[in-house]
Each structure stands twice: as C-alpha cells, then as structure tokens.
C-alpha cells in the first residue's frame, strides 16, 4: 500500500479490505508518514489523501517542509485533494509577502 503507483496502491487496499473490514487505512497512513524509509513517505502522502478526509490535513501540513521535493510536491497534490485547491490558493495568497 506504500507503492508510488495510484493502481497498485487501491489494488492492494482493495484485496487487504477484502480480507478483513477491521484495518483501518487512514491510520496506516499516518502511521507511515513517520517512517524511516525515504521513499515510503511521498507514497503515504499519497495514499492519505486518496482515503483521508479533510481532518487529515493537519498531519500533511507538517511535511510541508520535508527535505525531499518528491515528499513536498505529494503534500501539496494531497492537501488539494483533501481541502480543495481553493484552500490551498488562499493560502498561498495570505503568505505572499506585500
């Protein structure tokens, strides 16, 4: 569930929910974004926002700052899709400097 594929990704959600209904997805994810491995971040990232709701942005944001660009591009991508790119312009609008 940590591929950098969008398909594989919901195709191994979709086989583990056909095995049990008791794994909860969104804190496997949030779980991940702490992890250790590099490349298992930016995949986690995305996998939150393909399941998470708008709650989860608070954890998102925090990886805003990430060292890796790859980490920081799938923040920006999920925080769109979980709070509308509408939230994430005005945002950017109130942090330009005047």
């Known amino acids: 569930m940590l591929d950098s594929s969008p398909s594989i990704r919901a195709a191994a959600r979709r086989r583990l929910l056909a095995e049990t209904t008791s794994f909860d997805l969104r804190a496997f994810y949030r779980d991940a974004l702490a992890g250790t491995e590099p490349t298992s971040v930016a995949p986690a990232v995305a996998g939150l926002a393909e399941v998470g709701r708008a709650e989860d942005a608070a ?17 920006a991508a999920a925080l769109a899709r979980l709070l509308g790119a509408e939230a994430i312009d005005a945002d950017a609008d109130r942090q330009k400097p005047t």
């Open 59 to 75: 954890e998102l944001i925090l990886l805003t700052e990430h060292p890796r660009a790859k980490v920081r591009e799938a923040v």
